[in-house]
């Protein structure tokens, strides 16, 4: 059974870092684009930033320049490293693995990030 497990999220003053990880159970994960979601109290899931099996990336423009998505393929791991952190960041965020045949796309399970003085 394929699995999605998010890790580092927490309470951050604005102004702070953190770094997420996503290690997926996923054969040949190393063929998969991967991404980062989140989605704040009462707002719909929104995209933060992908990565292809190439390492092309892209980021939605509330992020550019203080996030960076990376993936570790020897590790099965994608990591989200999140800078210059401000209040609006405040969301649970979801790691996701894009379909690829046979499998359907796949979700972790989420992790908080409070970003709060």
């Known amino acids: 059974q394929v699995q999605l497990v998010e890790s580092g999220g927490g309470l951050v003053q604005p102004g702070g870092s953190l770094r997420l990880s996503c290690a997926a159970s996923l054969n040949r994960f190393d063929r998969y684009t991967m991404g980062w979601y989140r989605q704040a109290p009462g707002k719909q899931r929104e995209l933060v930033a992908t990565?292809?099996?190439?390492?092309?990336?892209n980021y939605a423009d509330s992020v550019k320049g203080r996030f960076t998505i990376s993936r570790d393929n020897a590790k099965n791991t994608v990591y989200l490293q999140m800078n210059s952190l401000k209040p609006e960041d405040t969301a649970v965020y979801y790691c996701?693995?894009?379909?690829?045949?046979?499998?359907?796309?796949?979700w972790g399970q989420g992790t908080q990030v409070t970003v709060s003085s």
């Open positions: 996701k693995s894009d379909s690829r045949w046979p499998n359907p796309a796949y």
């Open positions: 990565i292809t099996a190439g390492g092309t990336t």
